[in-house]
């Protein structure tokens, strides 16, 4: 490369002129002066062209991407390090901590195998001479709080079940009297049939909980004997149980966010938040269906569609009767509950003929006291039938083979539109909008448009998990296979 | 002076100092979006995470040169954000105060990793390059086989190496410029440098990547353009 024409005098500021103006950061009288050198100068340009090809080849670096579940797990650690403020501090090397925490658990290790050796022999001692309990005393003796166990954690003392049973929302009289309180009252014998007839998987849940008892220290065991104790004791015992119950059914229904915030404050303070989070508006129509739940909703969705397939494929075109006919009996049966679905969001449901309100109040009985608490707020039947049918919105099209797919989907289950559709849905949008989004910084302004895409695509009421793009009413209609809420152009006209 | 007065026309100028809170508030979303998180908006928290995790995982991959590593420091970044929520006040766009954060947590991660001894990244190396992997590279690539098309795995490793080549700082600032494609006004407050600062810094590292891939570079011919 010829650079007779460079002054030799600091190349380097050349260097430098030339870099600023290959990032864009020139303007006015400086960007005149570098593009009248170019325009006559060779070497000039020879030397900002090789500047630029070594920087092009950037491009080639690979695109990082983060595992699937980065976001979830990042939230959940977020959450996890806030619980514990006094928590050791992350070193700023994974490396550091690795190796500190190897000695450590080498040590830990070592204690455990000369500890193991020491119980194995004194509990054989101690057995012998019969002063030894055996696990399944110490399950009967703390099965009252084995059962509370994380409602006790919750709550921590007895000052805040008091104060929360204070407060309307967990204080009303809506207890149920079918769903009689657990039998922690009664004494050895009572608590050892009760443990009989526990299904295996709560008898599981159980033996942990007991794990995870024994494992705290002897202050915080105490901590929830006295509290249970408290709690028996109290003249408002049942009142007190019964709000602390709804709290915890409340506090399943919060954000891992929320759960952080109400951990990491006092006592008063914590009040103070659930107060004000329970004066949110949008509070009043959040349900929260335990996978069970969802299961027995589908499920009731599903044997009405089976029920009523030839009311429901009435309503359908010939077209669609007859690969409904020829699909296998499960694809058949999920295709009806699909349809079923959606002849329910759009209608009106107490008029539809597929409809049975009393096998309805019998699914909803069998929902939990908070699930059905919630859906009592709505103003009518069909608002809660409509609530039941949105969370169960993609269970319906997937079916309950597709486990981990069931739960509504977050934003990392979104589709990314493509950004044709994008460009297509930009079109559509108000004049005022589309100019609104022209003012943003030039790297917002695609991720701007994005959010304003998805924003659009859930918070239309007529909103369907089988429709395309915001804005295209009743344009597409996705096949078997195409499940998500976006429709990825695989579409025909209908 | 008269380069600062040539900087101070740059297209970052708009957003340094003069602006306020509410004007970042109005023109960059994710700042409102860090407003709702410090005024206890449960999702705000996760779309940010969802929005920043590759782009920030990117920029820390190329920093500490390990991915595992880069993964826990994006978490920790983020662990950082939010427990920094309920002093956040908007002064930059939220990217920038994000890469700030990073940057920080970077740094801390090497200073740790040296102190071990446990050179993942290559510290800042000026003069010949003929001791090192990509100056090996290159003469096997290239220099022995002055003809011969690079494929695109071998492109990218080379970059790769390249990049890994360049000192802390200029790897900083080119990854915020590249990829983040920030103003330099934005990347001096990242990095804690003046504009003129980051100028510099970006023009060594041009020349530094220039001179690394210069075998690469046959007649003009760039393997990036040739199989993008």
Known sequence: MNQSNIPPKNPQKIDEEITAYLDGELTGEALGNIEKRLATDSAFRSRLQDLDRGWMLLNELPQSEVHQNFAATTVEMVALHEQRPDSVKYGGSAGQLIQQWAFVGFAVLAACLVGFILSTAIAALLSACGLLKSHNDAVLENFPILQNLEKYKLAENMAFVQAISHIDHFSNSSTDASNPLPPYLGNTAARKAHIDRMPPTEKTRLLNAQEYFMALNFDEQSKLQNLHQQLVDDPNANDLISALEQYYEWYKLLDPQEHVELRIRSRDDRIAYVKTLLARPQAANKIHLTRREREIVLDWLRRTAVRKQDVLLRGANQKQQKEIRQLTKSERQRRLTTLLWKQWRKNDILQEPTFDEQRYIAIKERLSPTARKQLNKQSSVEEEVRILLNEVRFMTMIGPAQKGRGNVPGPSARRQPSREQLKDYFKRLPAQKRDQMRQLLREEDYRELLREYYRDLQSQPSWKPDRGPPGEKNRTQRDSKNRGPINNGRTKKQ | ?228
């Open chain 2, 1 to 228: 002076m008269e380069n600062n007065g040539t900087f101070m026309q740059t297209r970052g100028d708009d957003l340094t100092g003069s602006q306020s809170a509410d004007s970042y508030e109005v023109r960059d979303p994710d700042v409102r979006l860090m407003l709702k998180v410090r005024n206890g908006d449960a999702g705000a928290f996760e779309e940010l995470v969802l929005r920043y995790q590759n782009r920030l995982l990117a920029v820390l991959e190329h920093l500490v040169g390990k991915r595992d590593l880069a993964e826990d420091l994006a978490q920790e970044v983020f662990l950082r954000v939010y427990r920094a929520r309920e002093r956040y006040t908007p002064r930059a766009k939220f990217s920038t105060w994000l890469f700030t954060i990073a940057n920080n947590v970077a740094s801390n991660a090497r200073r740790t990793l040296a102190r071990r001894r446990e050179v993942h990244v290559e510290s800042s190396r000026s003069g010949s390059l003929s001791a090192d992997p990509l100056a090996q590279m290159a003469l096997a690539a290239s220099g022995q086989m002055p003809n011969r098309q690079l494929d695109h795995s071998e492109t990218r490793g080379v970059v790769r190496a390249a990049v890994a080549n360049l000192n802390e700082r200029q790897r900083m600032a080119v990854l915020l410029s590249k990829f983040e494609d920030m103003s330099y006004a934005d990347i001096a407050e990242v990095m804690k440098l003046s504009p003129q600062a980051v100028k510099s810094l970006l023009s060594r590292a041009r020349g530094s990547l220039r001179d690394a891939l210069s075998p690469y570079i046959q007649d003009g011919q760039n393997p990036g353009k040739t199989n993008p």
